[in-house]
Every structure is written in C-alpha cells, then in structure tokens.
C-alpha cells in the first residue's frame, strides 16, 4: 500500500481526532503518545462518523451507540448494550469454542 498525504501533522494534537478524506475516503486520524494513527472513519455498526465520537488512551468510542475501537488497528473492542449497561467484550466464536 502507497503512503498518501491526509494532513499536515501539526495540526493534530495529543489526544485529538480529525476527519480527513484522501481521494475521498472517509478516515479519521487520532494521535496518541505521539504517534499518528488512521482507522476507518465510519463505525462498523451504523456508519455513525467516528471522529464525533471521544478518544481515550487508543480507544476511540463512537459517540451513537459506545462501541469501541483501538486506533492502532482499527480492531473493534467492546459495545454497550443500553448507555446504564456495563460494557460486553467481543469474543470472536473461535476463541470461545476452545
């Protein structure tokens, strides 16, 4: 995969999110610890636009529904079943078969 100019990193500071659109690709941008990190900007659940949502750390929470990803990765890590529910992990079915 070729690098392609998103934003000026300068722009982005510690702790923040920014929306951006590389050849019209929804992407949001996070920095965390100094390290720049790109995941999808559109959650998995109903395309909600992540960069509304809160960083905490390299959890990236989308501001609709509480699911959550880490932005080094884009990996998806928990959801909420109600705003009072305590979170659920996501267990993928072949781990929990073992």
Known sequence: MAWMYAADEATLSEGSVAPVYPSGVNVVLSRVE????AVSGSCAHTACTLSLGSLNGHTLT???????????????????????ADLVEFVEPAAAAR
């Open 34 to 37: 100094g390290m720049v990190y």
């Open 62 to 84: 989308c501001a609709c529904h509480d699911w959550r990803f880490d932005v080094r990765m884009g990996r998806f890590l928990v959801f909420a079943i109600d705003p009072d």
